[in-house]
């Protein structure tokens, strides 16, 4: 099970193996079972000829309402470098993890985050595809 870890002085979380610390933000793996939605969002960062860009950002329109929020994320590739995705509540980051792009597509979840404007943001390997979202 994923656990918890502060980033001191920040109040951000990162994903780690072992015991959730004592936070106002978990991050924790999701449990298996239904999970009912209220509100989400959800964006696909398509890979062109062009496409040089190494990050998917996806502005969630409205105002998140505070709360536990699960994090989706999908990116193509056989990139095995470190990857990570943030999670931003009024331009403040408040929860992360990593990943790599040839991981299976994942999800997490993000306890007691705070009411507000919420942006969500993962790299991705350049001219690769990205599908991320959240949902609350």
């Known amino acids: 099970m994923l656990g918890a870890s502060l980033l001191v002085g920040t109040g951000l ?3 780690t193996a072992g015991p959730a610390a004592a936070s106002d933000v978990q991050l924790a793996t999701p449990s298996s ?18 496409d040089v860009d190494v990050w998917c950002d996806l502005e969630v329109p409205g105002t998140f309402p505070g709360g536990t ?14 990857r990570e995705w943030s999670l931003y509540v009024d331009f403040r980051k ?3 993890a990593p990943y790599t792009a040839n991981d299976p597509a994942r999800s997490w979840t993000c306890r007691n985050v705070p009411r507000g404007k919420m942006r969500l943001s ?15």
Do not use: F, N, Y
Not at 35 to 50: D, F, I, M, P
Not at 69 to 82: I, K, L, Q, T
């Open 13 to 15: 979380m990162l994903a």
């Open 33 to 50: 079972g239904e999970v009912t939605v209220l509100g989400g969002a959800s964006k696909v960062c398509t890979r062109s000829g062009q």
């Open 69 to 82: 929020v699960h994090v989706d994320v999908d990116v193509s590739g056989p990139d095995r470098a470190s």
């Open 94 to 96: 408040v929860c992360r």
């Open 122 to 136: 993962a790299s991705k390997p350049p001219w690769e595809q990205a599908a991320i979202g959240v949902r609350w």
